[in-house]
């Protein structure tokens, strides 16, 4: 009687959600179904590449336009254009604000990669951005302590352990993370 649907619009979201796994043609359809308000869509440096201040990409093609989907590679997203592959936020900077130096980076200002608007990044010096998103790191100090629970010896990395102790950065994490005893 009250039966889900196989696929739903969210008006609100401007987006699909679908019961079911998509194929590509298909999420391809959905996009290019949806309609921002005052989106613009500009060419890009890449001839025959569209890009969206929304954030969305197609290529010209003969009949029209076909939408690419961005992925991620190497913690960037990214996006694969005539058998090259391109880092979408520094594709769009330099589409919709301006000219970006081999030394520059791009960061996003909201702190959500996928979210690759022009309005949403910011164009910073590798310091800067080790600054921004240098707390976001994964490393931990390391202590190294005695059998009787005296501290011997602190680094601030696994690999500035293994230099002065000499043990493997395995065995080290190993021992960190309990997996070894």
């Not at 490393?139 to 009787?148: A, D, F, N, P, R």
């Amino acid at each position: 009687a009250n039966a889900i649907k196989k696929e739903t619009y969210l008006p609100k979201l401007n987006c699909y959600i679908s019961k079911e796994p998509l194929t590509v043609s298909e999420k391809r359809k959905r996009i290019a179904k949806l309609k921002f308000k005052n989106e613009i869509w500009k060419e890009s440096n890449l001839s025959g590449l569209f890009i969206s201040n929304e954030g969305r990409f197609r290529r010209k093609t003969l009949t029209g336009y076909t939408y690419t989907f961005p992925y991620l590679r190497k913690n960037h997203m990214t996006i694969k254009y005539q058998s090259n592959e391109y880092v979408v936020k520094r594709l769009v900077y330099q589409t919709f604000i301006g000219i970006l130096e081999n030394h520059e980076r791009i960061y996003s200002k909201n702190g959500i990669k996928e979210d690759f608007r022009p309005s949403n990044l910011k164009k910073v010096s590798m310091t800067e951005l080790g600054k921004l998103t240098g707390y976001k790191s994964k490393s931990k100090g390391i202590v190294h302590v005695s059998k009787e629970g005296k501290l011997i010896r602190e680094f601030k990395s696994t690999r500035e352990a293994e230099r002065i102790t000499l043990y493997n950065r395995q065995t080290i994490n190993e021992s960190c993370n309990n997996a070894r005893k």
